[in-house]
């Protein structure tokens, strides 16, 4: 096993285990005899979503490397809905197979293994799994109806509105509800300045993901 690419302690157990803390009820997948890596069935109850933890096995109970998969229905997305949903992951990656949506990403498991580790790096597929979920049902658009209307009482009110009191934060800068829709295209108009077409959406070409290199470019920084 390369112990430059797997640090100490990722063995099949202590996955095991630590998916079982998590709640995502695991369970062991036989395998065929030529298949190369192992499963791991996963059941989210949060979005009552079946998804995969996928292993290479390597010497004893170890493991080379881990993947995370969960698999969609999606006979009418095109291209650009699946660009839209991978623009909005944080770890994982969109990826459209057969009239499915793949959410596909990997585990850093160069350092020696913890259940901190490797429980941060889970939650970190399941939010990006689960918002790839919503944005399949209600699309990346909002109508910003509650913003409006909390705008509305803000100006008329002010802090005078329970609602308006309970909802900010004391001794903190309170944020403008004014023009919610110009705010956010001028916040992504500074993102798309500071990062040239070329580069890699994921990590603006820096080539380094939250655990290790970018997966999404392989570590180069620019846009395969």
């Known amino acids: 096993m390369d112990q430059s690419r797997t640090g100490a302690g990722w063995t099949v157990g202590n996955i095991f285990s630590s998916l079982r803390e998590l709640g995502l009820s695991p369970t062991m997948i036989e395998p065929d005899a030529d298949d190369p890596f192992r499963l791991i069935a996963l059941y989210d109850p949060a979005s009552t979503l079946k998804f995969g933890c996928l292993y290479e096995p390597g010497a004893g109970d170890h493991v080379q490397m881990i993947g995370l998969l969960c698999i969609l229905p999606a006979p009418q997305m095109s291209v650009d809905d699946v660009m839209a949903i991978d623009r909005r992951l944080t770890m994982a990656t969109a990826m459209l197979q057969d009239?499915?949506?793949?959410?596909?990403?990997?585990?850093?498991?160069?350092?020696?293994?913890?259940?901190?580790?490797?429980?941060?790096?889970?939650?970190?597929?399941?939010?990006?799994?689960?918002?790839?979920?919503?944005?399949?049902?209600?699309?990346?658009?909002?109508?910003?109806?509650?913003?409006?209307?909390m705008?509305?009482?803000?100006?008329?009110?002010?802090?005078?509105?329970?609602?308006?009191?309970?909802?900010?934060?004391?001794?903190q800068e309170r944020p403008s509800l004014a023009s919610p829709?110009?705010?956010?295209?001028?916040?992504?108009?500074?993102?798309?300045?500071?990062?040239?077409?070329?580069?890699?959406?994921?990590?603006?070409?820096?080539?380094?993901?939250?655990?290790?290199?970018?997966?999404?470019?392989?570590?180069?920084?620019?846009?395969r």
């Open 99 to 149: 009239g499915h949506l793949w959410i596909y990403a990997e585990l850093n498991i160069a350092p020696t293994f913890s259940h901190a580790l490797f429980d941060a790096q889970m939650n970190f597929y399941l939010a990006d799994m689960r918002t790839a979920l919503q944005m399949m049902m209600m699309g990346d658009a909002m109508t910003y109806k509650a913003a409006e209307a």
């Open 181 to 223: 829709r110009a705010a956010m295209a001028a916040a992504q108009e500074v993102k798309s300045s500071l990062r040239p077409a070329s580069h890699c959406p994921k990590c603006k070409g820096s080539g380094r993901g939250l655990f290790g290199r970018c997966r999404h470019c392989d570590g180069t920084g620019l846009v």
């Open 151 to 171: 705008k509305r009482i803000s100006k008329s009110r002010g802090l005078k509105s329970p609602m308006v009191s309970a909802l900010t934060n004391k001794g």
